[in-house]
C-alpha cells in the first residue's frame, strides 16, 4: 500500500490517492505516514478528511507528530486539536518540546485549552493524567425520552455514549446506566429508576497500573473517576487501558533485562540514548560479579589441588541462574496482575522451597548419574548433587522474596529480575560449592 502510495504521488494523481485514503482505515494510514518522508507526510495528511485526520494524527509515533507540526500551518493544527479528545490533546503536548507545546496551545480552542491545562496538573502516573472529560452525564429525574433527547445533543463530540453517568445538581455520582438499558425501557420511565447505583469508580490519584487491573478485572469499557468528595471528573475508556497495560508491559521488559526505560520505539531511540540507557546497569552488573571472582581467588588452593573442580562452576552458576530467573518471572508477574500481594511473602516462599526441592533432587540425581558413569567419583558426583539442591533452593527463594521485598519499598519489582538475581546467586553457588568441596576432600 505504501508503494502504491508513493506511486500516485510520483504521477500526480491525486485524486485517486485521496480516494484511496478514504477508503483505508486511520491505524494503517498512520502507519504508513510514519515511514513516509516529513513532505509526503504533510502532504498525505492534508488530503485527510477532518473528520478522519484526527483519529490518524493521535494514533502516529510521537516523532511523526512532532515533524508534522512542524510542517502544518497554523490554521491547520487549530483543525487538528479542534477534533482531538482532550485526553489524545494531553498526550501529545506531553510529549512534545515546548516550544511546539506552545505553538500547539496557541491553536486550541480556549476552553479546551482550559480542560488540557486542568488535566495536565494530575500526575503523571495517575488516573486523572489518563482520563477524558468527555463523556454523557444525565440526571435521575430525567425520563428515558429526555436522556435520549441529551444524548443526541452532547453525544457527538464525546469519546463514548454506551455507558452514561447520572449526576445530582452538585455533579456527585449517584448512579450509571447504558444505551441498552434506556433502549429497552419505557419512554417515560425515569432514570433513576433504572440506573445502576452500585458503582465502581477510580479516584483521580490512583496509579495508572491500578487503573488497568481494574480494568482487566470488570470487564468495563469505561469507568468513572471521581475526585475526594465523589464529584464526577471524568471517565477512562478501554483504549486508555490497553495503552497503560502496554506501556507498563514494555517497562517491565526493559527493566526485567536491565536496561533504563524508554518513552520511544526501538528505532526512534537514538545509539547515544540505548547506550545510556543500558550502560548503567551493565557497569553495576559487571563490577558486582568481583565479588565471584574474589571467591573463586580465595579457593584457588581448592582447585589447584582438585582441577576438575573448576570444569563445574558454569553448570552450577547457569543452573542457579536459571532457577532464580523462573521463580522471579513469576513472582513480578503475579505482583504486576494483582495475583500476588505482599502479605502473601510467606506463602509464596514456602511454595519456591517446595518446588525447589523437587526440582532439585531431579537435577542433583540426573547430574550424580552422570558425573559418576564418567568420573567414576562418587564423592564428587555427592559434592556436586548438595551444591546443586542449595543451590536451587537459594535461587528460587531470592527470585521469590527480593521482587516482593522491591515492592515493599515502592521499587518496580521488575528491577529484581534475571540479571540482578543471576549476580547474587553466581556468588552464593560458588560459596556453597567451595565449602562443600573442601569438607567433602579434605583440601
Not at 490517492?17 to 502532504?43: T, V
Not at 465502581?200 to 475526585?227: C, R, S
Request: proline share 2%.
Amino acid at each position: 500500500m505504501k508503494e502504491r502510495i508513493i506511486e500516485l504521488i510520483s504521477n500526480k494523481e491525486y485524486k485517486e490517492l485521496k480516494k484511496l485514503l478514504n477508503e483505508m482505515n486511520e491505524s494503517d494510514i498512520s502507519e504508513i505516514l510514519d515511514e513516509m518522508s516529513d513532505e509526503d507526510a504533510a502532504f498525505i495528511f492534508r488530503l485527510l478528511e477532518k473528520d478522519v485526520s484526527a483519529d490518524v494524527f493521535s494514533r502516529m509515533e510521537t516523532s511523526t507528530q512532532e515533524k508534522l507540526i512542524e510542517n502544518l500551518r497554523d490554521n491547520e493544527i487549530k483543525e487538528v486539536t479542534s477534533q482531538l479528545f482532550v485526553d489524545d490533546a494531553v498526550d501529545l503536548i506531553s510529549e512534545m518540546p515546548a516550544i511546539l507545546v506552545k505553538r500547539i496551545l496557541q491553536n486550541t480552542d480556549a476552553s479546551k485549552r482550559k480542560y488540557i491545562n486542568e488535566l495536565l496538573k494530575y500526575p503523571e502516573d495517575s488516573a486523572g493524567s489518563i482520563m477524558t472529560i468527555e463523556f454523557v452525564d444525565l440526571h435521575e429525574n430525567m425520563s428515558v425520552k429526555d436522556a435520549f433527547e441529551r444524548i443526541r445533543k452532547v453525544g457527538k463530540n464525546k469519546e463514548t455514549i454506551y455507558t452514561c453517568y447520572v449526576i445530582d445538581d452538585k455533579r456527585k455520582l449517584v448512579g450509571v446506566t447504558t444505551v441498552k438499558d434506556l433502549l429497552l425501557c419505557d419512554p417515560e420511565k425515569l432514570v433513576g429508576d433504572i440506573m445502576e447505583t452500585s458503582v465502581i469508580t477510580i479516584n483521580t490519584h490512583v496509579d495508572k497500573e491500578e487503573v488497568a487491573q481494574m480494568f482487566d478485572k470488570y470487564d468495563f469499557l469505561a469507568m468513572p473517576v471521581v475526585d475526594m468528595e465523589n464529584r464526577l471528573v471524568g471517565i477512562i475508556t478501554i483504549d486508555d487501558a490497553m495503552d497503560v497495560m502496554s506501556e507498563e508491559a514494555n517497562e517491565d521488559f526493559e527493566i526485567m533485562a536491565a536496561i533504563t526505560p524508554s518513552e520511544n520505539s526501538y528505532f526512534n531511540t537514538s545509539v547515544f540514548e540505548h547506550t545510556k540507557n543500558r550502560i548503567i546497569w551493565l557497569l553495576v552488573l559487571m563490577l558486582s560479579a568481583t565479588i565471584t571472582g574474589t571467591i573463586i581467588t580465595h579457593y584457588q588452593n581448592a582447585f589447584s589441588s582438585l582441577p576438575i573442580l573448576v570444569a563445574f562452576i558454569p553448570m552450577l552458576m547457569d543452573t542457579g541462574g536459571n532457577c532464580g530467573a523462573q521463580s522471579s518471572t513469576l513472582i513480578i508477574r503475579g505482583l504486576a496482575t494483582g495475583e500476588i500481594e505482599l502479605k502473601d511473602i510467606l506463602k509464596c516462599w514456602f511454595k519456591e522451597i517446595r518446588i525447589a526441592l523437587m526440582v532439585g533432587v531431579c537435577l542433583a540425581v540426573v547430574n550424580g548419574i552422570r558425573i559418576f558413569i564418567q568420573y567414576q567419583n562418587p564423592i564428587l558426583a555427592m559434592v556436586i548433587g548438595i551444591t546443586l539442591m542449595f543451590t536451587v533452593m537459594i535461587s528460587k527463594s531470592l527470585g521469590c522474596i527480593l521482587p516482593m521485598a522491591a515492592k515493599k519499598l515502592n521499587l518496580d519489582p521488575a528491577i529484581m529480575a534475571s540479571p540482578f538475581i543471576t549476580t547474587i546467586v553466581d556468588a552464593c553457588s560458588i560459596l556453597i560449592y567451595f565449602n562443600i568441596a573442601v569438607i567433602a576432600f579434605g583440601i
